[in-house]
């Protein structure tokens, strides 16, 4: 490197905010900044070989080196253009990229077992309901790492709070309080003032929350996990919620998602619960009010006293007399009860009473559910005394739904083809069109040494019940098959049955009535028994004709 000069180093101060700021520095010297408490040097001439006059900067430990460096996208991609010319890129500093997301260590909140409730709650009112920095921009995602966090008093969650944490069981928040762990607020709260379902209205409910990717759980058995009040359009996200059912007495106040509204208007509603689990409380989902429109997708309900616990105890208005709702037939928010409540896909097991229990409301479905051992109250197939799911009302459906009550392939459990001596409570029961889908199968035996009637499978009943069995009769040892419809009516208490079989036939000729079908109510106690006889010797233990069967019911 040539030296044409050597300068003697000079140094200036003065405040760069005042006056005309830093001058220009002569080549080589230095000029401190009091004020801004920064240094600079000068360039010197281009005629010395500098690129350009000007002062340069000199980094010391005073300067942010994140508002100094910059950042662009994908520099140096030529498929990449974000900037008008691609030779003016977007350019942003480290900062303001960093900034674009915070994370839950950038408010000081550490795992362990020391109580981060107010650091929480400082950060969830900064970036959500204390918009006074940058309004909308400021609702940035909450990023938790994982770990174990604890806090001791209630979280308060306004609109567009979001929080993603590192998934199930590895986010996890431990509640070590009493009352509700999380409790939605509206647009009214303040930091000071929380202000809740009593003084909400349709634009200043709690909406467009987002929540994913952790586990909340509570020891304590009067605790509810989530609390929405008239929550609308938010997503609940693969979210484990784990109470301590089983360990203490029952608690009506030991609730996993409990669901409140206002008014038939300002309610829950148009919210999704997807992978959602939960596990361990009386009510897994609570909602007495009128909510509407809520999905619950591929979850789970484990080790409960009750699975979805809806619009019982509701003070109605009686719409099966009239379209007109009368002011004080019903108690406000309870007007129709919880309706078009989708729960599809979810799977149930261990809940000791019904895992759906729907008493109000109408338009709420069951799809495509599983259900493993529900109803039983802790006991197993031998002790199973509640139906698995309940509907109070008309207008509700279950479809598609499994019951291991009736599962051909856990012979233990199933009471609808074996087990004829143990007491069979209905599936789903009260006010229903149940059509259960799941094809099943039955062997139809030739018995010489007897004649009568032999007990091919057998129905729940309720006071009033009607079946309808579609069935196809297929002979494997000879060439004939029958495909028909059975239709049962029953009145408990006329004690009066009525059975019709109209089939179609295809095979030999008058071999269609070989095998004949009747029904009893008295052979199995509070079942229907439909029975056959089978005089057609070919039909062996080792050949039967097979019965392939589907029902639906109407109480």
């Not at 959602?276 to 997708?297: E, H």
């Not at 419809?485 to 009535?513: C, H, M, P, R, W």
């Not at 005089?535 to 069967?549: E, G, K, V």
Request: with cysteine.
């Amino acid at each position: 490197m040539a030296v044409v000069q050597i300068s003697r180093i000079q140094l200036r101060r003065g405040k760069k905010n005042s006056g005309t700021g830093i001058p220009q520095l002569a080549s080589g010297e230095l000029a401190w900044a009091v004020d801004s408490q920064e240094l600079y040097i000068g360039n010197g001439s281009v005629a010395e070989g500098a690129p350009a006059v000007g002062n340069t900067k000199i980094i010391t430990d005073k300067d942010n080196l994140l508002d100094i460096s910059t950042y662009v996208y994908r520099d140096g991609t030529a498929e990449i253009r974000t900037g008008n010319d691609v030779n003016y890129p977007t350019i942003r500093t480290l900062q303001e990229r960093l900034d674009d997301r915070v994370s839950s260590a950038d408010y000081g909140i550490v795992s362990g077992p020391t109580s981060q409730t107010i650091a929480l709650q400082r950060l969830i009112d900064n970036l959500f309901l204390d918009m006074t920095y940058e309004g909308v921009k400021s609702r940035v995602v909450i990023e938790f790492e994982p770990g174990d966090y604890t806090f001791s008093n209630t979280v308060y969650l306004p609109s567009y709070v979001s929080i993603v944490g590192a998934g199930k069981q590895r986010t996890v928040f431990n509640y070590d309080g009493e009352g509700t762990m999380f409790e939605f607020v509206n647009d009214t709260s303040t930091k000071t003032i929380r202000s809740v379902i009593g003084s909400t209205l349709y634009n200043n409910q709690p909406k467009h929350c987002y929540l994913k990717g952790f586990t909340v759980n509570t020891n304590e058995p009067d605790v509810t996990a989530f609390k929405l009040n008239a929550v609308r359009d938010s997503v609940f996200e693969d979210i484990e919620i784990t109470g301590s059912f089983g360990d203490s007495v029952v608690s009506n106040n030991s609730i996993g998602l409990g669901m409140y509204a206002l008014s038939a208007i300002v309610t829950c509603q148009r919210n999704v619960f997807y992978n959602v689990y939960i596990k361990g409380f009386t009510f897994a989902v609570f909602a007495k009010q009128d909510i509407i429109n809520n999905r619950f997708l591929n979850s789970q309900v484990t080790d409960s006293r009750y699975g979805f616990y809806l619009g019982v105890g509701a003070n109605v208005f009686d719409y099966t007399t009239s379209d007109v709702l009368i002011p004080g037939s019903s108690t406000t928010g309870e007007a129709y009860g919880p309706r078009t409540t989708t729960i599809e896909n979810c799977y149930f097991e261990n809940i000791d009473r019904e895992a759906i229990k729907i008493d109000n409301g109408y338009g709420n479905k069951s799809k495509g559910n599983t259900f493993v051992n529900v109803g039983n109250d802790g006991g197993d197939y031998q002790n199973n005394l509640y139906s698995i799911i309940t509907f109070g009302k008309n207008g509700n459906v279950s479809e598609n739904d499994t019951f291991d009550r009736s599962n051909p392939f856990r012979l233990e459990y199933d009471l609808q083809q074996h087990n004829f001596s143990e007491l069979y409570v209905k599936e789903v029961s009260g006010k229903v069109h149940y059509k259960e889908t799941e094809t099943r199968v039955v062997k139809l035996t030739h018995y010489p040494s007897s004649g009568a009637a032999v007990t091919a499978l057998r129905l729940p009943t309720t006071l009033s019940t009607g079946f309808e069995i579609n069935y196809v009769l297929e002979s494997q040892a000879n060439v004939q098959m029958r495909r028909g419809k059975i239709v049962i009516t029953y009145d408990v208490n006329s004690d009066t049955l009525q059975l019709a079989d109209e089939y179609e036939y295809v095979g030999a000729l008058n071999q269609d009535t070989r095998i004949k079908f009747t029904a009893s109510s008295t052979a199995i106690t509070d079942c229907i028994a439909l029975q056959y006889t089978n005089d057609n010797s070919t039909d062996t233990l080792a050949s039967p004709t097979l019965m392939t069967y589907t029902y639906t019911t109407l109480s």
